[in-house]
């Protein structure tokens, strides 16, 4: 009687994938940051939650040029990124402005923390929809890391100058909203993703870094704040201006088809 061999119980396509260490590490650590944000905002240490805030946008900015530099990119990398950012840059900021600044303003208050809160939501998971059909030099809304930055920003601002959260509770309602709105509008921001990191640049460039890290130390509170206010002006000056180009744009004049002229 012939010997009939066994099927494998897993065929290759199914058994266990490994998972690269190295950019999942970088994520890692930007989770920790954002949770270590919301410790800290519990513990009305705010002023730390706001520079972990920043540390984890720092370190999800790595994670993905790690990944693709090493060529250690995955789908579980991906979808672990995107969960990342959630806590990072949608639940951690939403948390400490309402604990810093919005808890007195009763449901007003927590409503737009919810804004932002749902906008990074809904910011993240239509970036994981598009990520293949829209254009990589814009970003399609505000990204939840500058987001983020713009809150944690005006908290450390705000700390560094003597003021209280209550005394700064209106601005800091309009901003979370806005900042909560921006991330799901269609307003395009740039992206920065054609830059390549292997490419030599002139002297000019290597300064341009050098002078932006002196200047940055100065006040770092204020000049991160005023940096990112700017960058989510940026799109809708970028929208504004492209409205007004279109509308002063010369119309092409119709053609006469030859069965529209009366004989």
Same mark, same amino acid.
């Given at each position: 009687m012939a010997h009939t061999p066994r099927t494998p119980l897993l065929s290759p396509d199914r058994r266990r994938r490994g998972i690269y260490i190295l950019p999942n590490l970088f994520t890692t650590a930007a989770l920790f940051a954002? /949770?270590?944000? %919301?410790?800290?905002?519990?513990?009305?240490?705010f002023e730390y939650a706001a520079v972990a805030i920043f540390v984890a946008m720092v370190l999800d900015g790595l994670d993905g040029r790690v990944a693709r530099l090493t060529r250690t990119q995955s789908e579980f990398g991906a979808e672990y990124d995107s969960l990342s950012d959630m806590v990072s840059f949608g639940a951690a900021p939403a948390l400490v402005i309402y604990e810093w600044a919005l808890r007195g303003l009763g449901k007003v208050g927590w409503i737009a923390a919810f804004i932002y809160c749902a906008g990074a939501a809904l910011r993240l998971a239509r970036f994981n929809t598009n990520i293949d059909v829209v254009d990589k030099r814009y970003f399609q809304g505000l990204p939840s890391p500058a987001a983020a930055a713009l809150i944690a920003?005006? #908290?450390? #601002?705000? %700390?560094d100058n003597? /003021?209280?959260?209550?005394?700064l509770r209106w601005f800091a309602? /309009?901003?979370? %909203?806005?900042?909560g709105l921006t991330m799901v509008s269609n307003v395009l921001y740039y992206s920065g993703k054609e830059i390549n990191l292997r490419r030599s640049v002139p002297f000019f460039a290597v300064l341009t870094i050098m002078l932006a890290f002196a200047l940055v130390s100065i006040d770092p509170a204020l000049v991160l704040f005023m940096l990112f206010l700017c960058y989510a002006a940026s799109g809708y000056v970028m929208a504004a201006l492209r409205w007004r180009r279109e509308r002063s744009a010369p119309s092409e004049p119709e053609r006469e088809e030859p069965g529209d002229k009366i004989a």
């Open positions: 954002g /949770f270590y944000a %919301i410790v800290q905002a519990m513990n009305q240490r920003g005006l #908290v450390w #601002v705000g %700390i003597g /003021f209280h959260g209550p005394d309602c /309009f901003l979370t %909203i806005f900042a």
